[in-house]
């Protein structure tokens, strides 16, 4: 089975505080992604990775950075967390097949409160 | 982007089946219709995906209309495990692949 782990499941941090938020998956899967999650707004894509040292800004970068030095991880950075920020942060990975990305596999989510 | 619309709700008895419907009228020809669906407090987990023919696999079946224009998971018995939001996505060919989920249905199951 694909396992994602992601380093924390629930997460407080102060206002200004640089935040890491470390993705691995165990597939050798060169696509990973970084989603959030609020009410009503639903899942909403912030960066992904289609491979090593690689990056695209997703929908709603800003605020955001990410590194991937190794292809089996992939962390979300909050250079300076704002109130704004909080909110659950779900990691996925998935395999390239065709030149088209195959179906995702989810994390079980980080909450990140920021006070 | 391609966009999905979903009713916000639906409710089902255990043990019946269960149609939850999505329509996508925007849907290009190289779209592919994915579900997903989140359970409680984990991340959501693919379900099934099609793209013009009816798909079935061991969580679910896929109803495709013949436009594409809609599409219909079926969940042949609810069991009390399958209350979740269930998610219709398309997958967008020319943007890599790139998943855009929509709000999705939240589906009760009352035993």
């Known amino acids: 089975d694909v396992k994602v782990t992601q380093s924390s499941r629930y997460l407080v941090k102060r206002t200004g505080e640089k935040v890491f938020l470390e993705c691995v998956q165990d597939?050798?899967?060169?696509?990973m992604f970084w989603y959030r999650q609020d009410p009503g707004l639903g899942l909403r894509l912030i960066y992904f990775?289609?491979?090593?040292?690689?990056?695209e800004k997703g929908d709603i970068p800003e605020g955001y950075s990410v590194s991937r030095e190794k292809k089996e991880r992939f962390s979300l950075i909050l250079e300076s967390a704002s109130t704004n920020q909080t909110s659950m942060y779900l990691c996925?990975?998935?395999?390239?097949?065709?030149?088209?990305?195959?179906?995702?596999?989810f994390g079980p989510g980080t909450r990140l409160l920021v006070l | 982007d391609a966009k999905t619309t979903q009713p916000n709700s639906m409710e089902s008895n255990e043990e019946e089946p269960v149609h939850l419907p999505c329509n996508h009228s925007?849907?290009?020809?190289?779209?592919?219709i994915h579900w997903y669906r989140q359970l409680p407090s984990q991340g959501p987990e693919y379900v099934i995906h099609?793209?013009?023919s009816n798909v079935n696999n061991r969580m679910a079946s896929l109803a495709i209309a013949e436009d594409r224009k809609s599409s219909t998971l079926i969940l042949h018995r609810a069991t009390l495990r399958d209350a979740a939001v269930y998610y219709c996505?398309?997958?967008?060919?020319?943007?890599?692949?790139?998943?855009?989920f929509g709000q999705g249905t939240e589906l009760s199951v009352k035993p």
């Open positions: 597939m050798d899967h060169e696509n």
């Open positions: 996925a990975s998935s395999s390239l097949q065709g030149g088209v990305q195959e179906t995702q596999y």
């Open positions: 990775s289609y491979d090593v040292k690689m990056k």
């Open positions: 925007t849907i290009s020809g190289t779209d592919y």
């Open positions: 996505i398309l997958r967008v060919y020319n943007q890599g692949g790139k998943l855009i």
């Open positions: 099609g793209l013009t």
